[in-house]
């Protein structure tokens, strides 16, 4: 019993350090490209991020055991980025399969559009990558990559309405669009790094 209340802790630590003081957005930068998209594609941000939670879930374990897999194996580095690639394709037909299975073709379509973007960018193979890197255990993966999937849906309700917040008047005509979002993004950015403990060096 103890040891399973270890690992929810553990689970739950991970998860709330990639939520926050890990933020894919904010600390790392992964999937900022998606999140400041010049051109208005007609994908629903937040579908988006449960899709990305969703594939994150699912690579994150196989990309866990992919890894340990190639312990032994001497040129795992050159080799890492493209199993995370093939965890991530994986993924992606399985999230797919659910998709179509649980809601009617028409109304799968536009998550069906956003499934390729969901999976195949920095955020997911991202997150794959510094859970090998830094050894993490299962526990911790799982954390982390849900930590980090959840993150996002955080970084993109935060970005939205600090959008709505900057399209006015007040604004600088010159500043208006991607030049103030990157802005407002990069001030928060900021913020969470110097929360998790930073200072700046001179």
């Known amino acids: 019993m103890s040891e399973v209340i270890a690992s929810l802790g553990q689970f739950f630590v991970y998860m709330v350090t990639a939520l926050f003081a890990q933020n894919a957005v904010f600390t790392r930068g992964l999937g900022v490209s998606r999140l400041t998209k010049i051109v208005d594609d007609g994908t629903d941000t937040l579908t988006f991020g449960v899709l990305l939670c969703c594939i994150q879930i699912i690579s994150a374990p196989l990309g866990y055991f992919a890894n340990r897999a190639m312990r032994e194996f001497a040129y795992r ?16 037909f399985v999230v797919l399969g659910a998709v179509v299975a649980l809601r009617r073709l028409e109304s799968a379509r536009h998550a069906v559009a956003a499934l390729p973007m969901a999976t195949f960018n920095t955020c997911v193979l991202g997150t794959m990558l510094v859970s090998a890197t830094q050894s993490f255990s299962l526990v911790q993966t ?3 990559a849900v930590g980090s999937g959840l993150g996002y ?8 309405e600090g959008m709505r917040k900057l399209d006015g008047e007040r604004v600088p005509e010159i500043f208006r669009g991607l030049p103030v979002t990157l802005l407002y993004i990069g001030i928060l950015a900021l913020a969470i790094y110097g929360f ?6 001179y």
């Open 196 to 201: 998790t403990g930073h200072t700046v060096t």
């Open 142 to 144: 799982m954390g982390f």
């Open 77 to 92: 580095g050159y080799v890492r980025p493209f199993v995370c690639v093939v965890c991530s394709a994986v993924a992606f």
């Open 153 to 160: 849906v955080m970084a993109v309700l935060v970005v939205d």
